[in-house]
């Protein structure tokens, strides 16, 4: 099997592929849909991060791809639906970097609620100004979090250790943790918030869903943090908070329009205002978490060659399979329409062969069935199976 790894991926996706005896070829940079579709034929597991479009056209000049591993957080860059519709499985890390969020967050509760950031560039101008006017510990005081998922969750227990009381709002009945109080509604959790901070999913309707009213409702002197996504706050709104005094800081580090490249012009209507923090989406990027999306994805990527493990996939339907010894396996992937099991399973019958484990799920339009058997799996039934107009992909580990 071959892997072709584009975007400069950790190492450590590279030794883990190496490791299984896969070879595996790097290229540093991104590739176009020209250079990417002539790279393709006799590779079997593609690795790429954010600058690399697997497109429609890409996919269907790939006869031999099994898999696409997004060795990031998004997959807005690969066509999931013509990869589903091609067999291909699409993998990518999730919570990589939940942890490097996490921190981030807490340095920044600590930085605002001690004016450091000011105080830092008042010294890099010349300006002794020693005085706690304003300045507070985080311990004791009451931190709500709206959006209680893997980050605000992991954020709960992090900040309790710091001693802060923490309330938390979720659209979702979320399980709290720790002495977290969850709160019913986020006007709730407003009224009783010092620090509110954010880490709700960019569905469309969270556009917009922090604006003038929320800002009116948080606590005086209060402070405010987003690292979730840009379109969520209302910018204008923030700004007259913080100019009256309302809101006494925040912390911003996702914005509705990003540049595009690193040394790009950044404009906002935030800038130079005290005790805000600007950061260019770096949330989530640090070294570990570069080595957890390294391992996570290309541990995907070997569990989907080896054993047709799906779990996980953004875009196929998730089948969780074990180490079949002794036993010959087939990953069927069709169209999930009315019949197509008992298809398979008459086709495996007529040819007599017993089956020993079968795990089917299904996503929209596809299905996927793992069938182990005692034994092989003859030519002619594999051809049978391959010929199911049904039949969208088929693989055999035997
Ligand atoms: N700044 C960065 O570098 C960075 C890095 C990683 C993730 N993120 C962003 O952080 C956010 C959270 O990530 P995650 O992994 O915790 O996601 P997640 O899907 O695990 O959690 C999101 C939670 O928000 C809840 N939610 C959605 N809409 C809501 C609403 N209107 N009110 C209350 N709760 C709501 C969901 O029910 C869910 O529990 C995402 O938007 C993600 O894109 C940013």
Sequence with gaps: MKALLL????????????ERGIEVETVRGALDEAELAARLPGVQLLGIRSK??????VLESAPDLLAVGAFCIGTNQVDLGAAAEHGVAVFNAPFSNTRSVVELVIAEIIALARHLTDKNAAMHAGIWDKSAKGAHEVRGRTLGIVG???IGSQLSVVAESLGLRVYFYDVADKLALGNAQRCATMDE???VAETVTL????RPGNAGMFGAEQFAKMRRRSLFLNLCRGIVVDHDALREHLLSGHIAGAALDVFADEPKSAGDRFVNILQGIPNVILTPHVGGSTEEAQEDIGRFVAGKLRDFADIGSTTMSVNLPQVQTEVGAGRSRVLHVHHNVPGVLATVNGVLADAEVNIESQTLSTRGPMGYVVTD????FSPELLDKLAGLPETVRLRVIP
């Design 7 to 18: 975007e400069n991926i950790h190492p450590e996706g590279v030794r883990l592929l190496t």
């Design 189 to 191: 959790l407003l009224a």
């Design 52 to 57: 690399t479009n697997v497109t429609r056209a």
């Design 373 to 376: 058997i005692a034994g092989e």
């Design 199 to 202: 880490h709700v999913d960019g």
């Design 148 to 150: 209680y998922g893997n």
